[in-house]
């Protein structure tokens, strides 16, 4: 066959067979990550069919993914926006990052990876998935909810922490020695410092020069900025994703609206065969003998990121079961996961199949726990109550009706 005909036809095939598996995962109510994984690694290296023609398009439209990813990511955000919640958030980011980074780092220097290994596999546990995330809380009707807020703040600190730590374990990975890796922390931070003063000065300004009454003009211009800046800044060490990101949060208003209609199903389509092209480059031989500590890792941070959504609402002022709620929904793992792995994986090839067995299990388990752990922990609590003989006093049945008020969604 053709080498152009054998690409079209394994690429058409490839295409076809996301959207089957999206319309199957939306059947069930799954997200459709662990999925795309599971394609990935049926036709990657070691699968049942591997795919050749088509290998070196899809690792092209894998970058795009991550790009779009980001872009459509920042978008969600105004530089206000990041800046407030930097000021009412950042003690919850610093527990975030000690309780989920943490058992990475440690779980990587047990395993003998080193300090790049542990550095890698602690962003991996770190960060939370803003994609499934955002959709778990509108299919479980809670964006109204008093915790949401909350739960969206610490999403937008480990977003914005991105924006530092990308280039820094980029640095490491290239092994450019402490020097190197403190010039690209420099820049990184100086980048992000100088887009946000922009975004925030003369966010206006940027969004007029881009916008345009036709479709086809805006979507050009967009993607076109977003990809020259996204290859700037790797360049520049900066990270790809970052860059991406940054112009994101440099659109707004009518600009940013428009953008992010056009460019979401270019997101979904090439977001997929991000998740595609990772599960081809995992061999599925290696993911076994990883389950047990991709297992252990992931019991451990469910109970750490759980920790920190109860935190992070309680400083809030949330009621008991809304912090319950915030834990469970921050669970989910997901797309920055993979991006991190992605990226390490040239380094440590061993993290591929660990992140891979990791992500699979907590992509399925977050809505599992964003549904459920209120319920069980209310009831645990209870039980405890009564088999402790605690008689029912002002107080408890204030904080019952307290708890009760915050399942009425607030008004928009």
């Known amino acids: 066959m053709h080498d152009t005909t054998a690409l079209l036809v394994e690429l058409g ?25 599971l394609a990935g690694l049926a036709f990657g290296e070691g699968g049942l069919l591997p795919l050749g023609a088509s290998e070196e398009f899809t690792a092209v439209g894998a970058e795009i993914g991550v790009i779009l990813l980001l872009l459509l990511l920042g978008l969600e955000y105004s530089a206000s926006e990041l800046v407030t919640s930097l000021k009412t958030q950042y003690p919850s980011g610093v527990v975030d990052f000690l309780l989920n980074a943490t058992p990475g780092a440690v ?39 008093r915790e949401t807020p909350v739960i969206l703040g610490v999403l937008v600190i480990e977003d914005l922490s991105m924006a530092v730590y990308l280039p820094l374990l980029t640095a490491m990975l290239a092994g450019v020695g402490f020097a190197g890796g403190s010039i690209a922390l420099l820049i990184a931070l100086g980048t992000v410092g100088f887009v946000l003063y922009l975004a925030l000065r003369h966010g206006r300004l940027i969004s007029r020069a881009v916008s345009s009454d036709n479709p086809e003009m805006l979507l050009l211009v967009v993607l076109g900025l977003t990809v020259l800046v996204a290859g700037v800044a790797q360049e520049l060490q900066v990270s790809a994703a970052v860059g991406a990101f940054l112009v994101g949060i440099a659109l707004s208003g009518e600009v ?10 270019l997101r ?17 031989a290696e993911i076994p003998p990883v389950l047990l500590p991709a297992a252990l890792l992931a019991v451990v941070t469910i109970f750490t990121k759980t920790a920190t959504g109860w935190y992070a609402a309680r400083r809030a002022g949330i009621g008991s079961k809304g912090r319950w709620r915030a834990g469970g929904t921050l669970v989910a793992r997901g797309e920055f996961s993979i991006v991190i792995a992605g990226l390490a994986v040239a380094t440590e090839p061993r993290i591929g199949p660990i992140a891979t067995a990791y992500v699979l299990i907590l992509v399925i388990a977050g809505p599992l726990t964003a549904r459920w752990t209120e319920p069980i922990a209310t009831k645990v609590l209870s039980r405890r109550g009564r088999t402790a003989g ?15 008020r915050e399942e009425i969604p607030a008004s928009p």
């Open 13 to 37: 095939s490839v295409i076809l067979g996301l959207g089957i598996i999206g319309r199957f995962a939306g059947r069930i109510g799954l997200s459709p990550i662990p999925l795309y994984l």
């Open 107 to 145: 779980a990587a220097l047990l395993l003998g990876w080193g300090p790049v290994g542990a550095v890698a596999l602690a962003g991996v546990t770190w960060i939370s998935s803003s994609g499934v995330i955002a959709k778990v809380l509108a299919d479980l009707g809670r964006l109204g909810n």
């Open 256 to 265: 940013a609206d428009g953008a992010r209609k056009l460019l979401t199903p």
């Open 268 to 284: 979904d389509l090439f977001a997929a065969v991000f998740f595609v092209f990772f599960g081809l480059s995992t061999n599925p």
């Open 390 to 404: 605690a008689p029912a006093t002002a107080e408890t049945t204030g904080a019952a009706g307290s708890a009760a």
